[in-house]
């Protein structure tokens, strides 16, 4: 009997308790499992150290700190390497693509035009999971320029 490996683990840094509750909708509609998310930079980088997930969705805005603080601190501490980091804000500019590039997320979504187009990337690798396959963190987690 074959084992079933276990769902997508996905952790949440977002401080809008709205969009909280969106996102771990479409974590549970697509098989994954939400292992915490928290609105506040620091909590969000001990609980990802602790918990290893496999997705990490961060907000730029938070209530203290920002997603720019998570990003760089899980770079510099080599914090989560292997999760995919997704940026999903309201300030979705250039400049704070490009720097969230540089700090290592591996998506960049505008969270008022683009929060679908995040929701069917959580399908996607949630997908991916359950198949068995090694999560595609540069070919599947690329957004175009």
């Avoid at 276990?6 to 994954?32: F, M, T």
């Avoid at 499992?33 to 907000?59: H, K, W, Y």
């Avoid at 997320?105 to 396959?133: C, M, N």
């Amino acid at each position: 009997m074959s084992k079933m490996p276990k769902p997508l683990q996905v952790y949440v840094v977002e401080d809008s308790p709205i969009i909280q509750r969106l996102l771990a909708s479409a974590i549970n509609a697509a098989g994954a499992e939400m292992v915490g998310s928290s609105g506040d930079a620091r909590a969000a980088i001990a609980d990802v150290f602790a918990l290893q997930p496999d997705l990490i969705l961060i907000d730029i805005g938070l209530a203290s700190g920002s997603g720019f603080d998570v990003l760089e601190t899980l770079q510099i501490d080599s914090l989560a390497p292997e999760a995919v980091k997704v940026v999903l804000t309201n300030h979705a500019n250039t400049e704070y693509q490009n720097l969230s590039r540089r700090l290592g997320a591996d998506r960049f979504f505008d969270k008022s035009s683009e929060t679908w187009e995040a929701v069917a990337l959580i399908h996607g690798l949630a997908a991916e999971r359950r198949s068995g396959t090694a999560l595609r963190r540069q070919s599947s987690a690329r957004s175009p320029a």
